[in-house]
């Protein structure tokens, strides 16, 4: 970068390239042997205080088929689904336990994702971490967009999640995300983010993003200007689609599914294994989207530098992840305290093969009728 600036401003138009054998550490020091006193001094220095307790597990998976809503009104059919399908996952591929994940779900009263019980799952995740503990969110339910009011989207849209009660209570924007998700966790922290829904390709507005050509060959990783205040944990994000794009509710029998499922969860499942890399995995599932006919380009973006060489599942931002270097034993933290909501009446209604996870709520009081979804009908 410094090499350009310099030789524009000498007024020459040559524009000098990097490229390497490997995927290039781009926030990495370019001549590190120039550090070597540096890190001497470094040396000397006191380690940082150890963590006061064992490390922690905490999972969140939200899933909202918005059985408040009429048939073809809004409501989604294999959210709830995937939520079932993300916790399978957690135990079986990254090793979770059943008491350390936190589900809710808007078919059972204890459970309901209103807007104040997703902001105290999400409290409740990120509370107190400390270095070494392991963090999922996972998100399956309408994704919309509203007006940016401070500036920071180049599309003068902020992206958001829509809990089930967003008629009384609103939505949750990216930006809120940020503040509460990513913001508050230190340095040592992994958190893996799988959002389902559409409109989610900024949804945590994470600085780093990849893009890969449809060879796959030719990746570029790069690095937004950022919110003012950002995290140091190692943030990894795979969303449904792009910014400008609708994630699909897919009914079963499509893509060989017994149950109504997203496309995007059911392309993770079919996709991720404990060694998979972070770039083949972004690879795999646009290629199986692709595969079963569906437009939707899976977005992955981060809050630091992204190790593509790196096991997804066993993520490092050094070497490879093996899953062998990781710590099994973990701690279990109490669950959050929800709010017991009345569950909805559930009227039967044949689902669309493909219905788009996008939904525009009304701007004014709701009508006792809830509104039309605004997005077009998936293709």
């Known amino acids: 970068e410094e090499m350009r600036k310099f030789l524009k401003q000498q007024n020459f138009e040559q524009v000098p390239q990097l490229s390497s054998e490997k995927f290039v550490d781009l926030g990495a020091c370019f001549m590190p042997e120039a550090q070597a006193s540096k890190v001497a ?20 998976t939200i899933g909202c088929n918005y059985l408040s809503l009429q048939p073809g009104q809004g409501r989604l059919s294999g959210c709830i689904n995937d939520s079932e399908t993300i916790i399978g996952i957690l135990k079986d591929t990254f090793g979770f336990q059943d008491n350390q994940i936190c589900r809710l779900r808007d ?62 209570a609103g939505q949750i924007t990216d930006d809120e995300l940020h503040t509460r998700i990513v913001e508050p966790l230190p340095k040592g922290v992994r958190m893996w983010v ?44 795979i ?36 060694t998979i890399t972070v770039h083949d ?40 992840g093996e899953p062998s270097s990781r710590d099994l034993s973990f701690a279990v933290a109490p669950h959050p305290a929800l709010q017991p909501v009345a569950t909805p009446n559930v009227a039967t209604a044949s689902p669309q093969a493909k219905a788009p996870k996008a939904y525009s709520p009304p701007a004014q ?11 077009p009908q998936a293709q």
């Not at 600085?207 to 796959?216: A, E, F, I, N, R």
């Not at 009081?365 to 997005?375: E, K, L, Y």
Request: net charge negative; aromatic share 6%.
């Open 41 to 60: 001094v470094q040396a000397s220095i006191p380690a940082s205080i150890t963590p006061s307790r064992p490390p922690m597990r905490k999972a969140v």
């Open 107 to 168: 078919d059972r009263a204890n459970m309901m994702p209103t807007k104040k019980n997703v902001l105290a799952a999400l409290a409740w995740l990120t509370s107190e971490a400390v270095a070494g503990d392991e963090l999922f969110l996972h998100y399956s339910g309408h994704g919309g967009q509203v007006k940016d009011t401070d500036g920071d989207e180049a599309t003068g849209m902020d992206d958001t999640l829509i809990p089930c009660d967003f008629q009384q």
């Open 194 to 237: 799988i959002l389902d829904c559409c409109h989610s390709g900024t949804a945590l507005d994470l600085p780093y993003k990849l893009q890969v050509d449809q060879s796959g060959k030719h990746v570029q990783l790069s690095k937004s200007k950022g919110r003012p205040k950002g995290g140091q944990a190692e943030v990894l994000m």
């Open 239 to 274: 969303s449904g689609c792009k910014d400008d794009q609708t994630s699909a509710d897919v009914s079963a029998g499509s893509m060989g599914v017994a149950k109504a499922a997203g496309a995007m969860t059911t392309a993770f499942r079919h996709c991720v294994t404990p």
């Open 281 to 320: 995995l972004v690879l795999s599932m646009r290629d199986y989207l692709q595969r079963n006919s569906y437009e939707q380009v899976p977005q992955m973006s981060s809050e630091q530098y992204i190790n593509l060489e790196s096991s997804f599942v066993s993520y490092s931002p050094q070497g490879t």
């Open 365 to 375: 009081a709701p009508q006792a009728q809830a509104p039309q979804a605004q997005a």
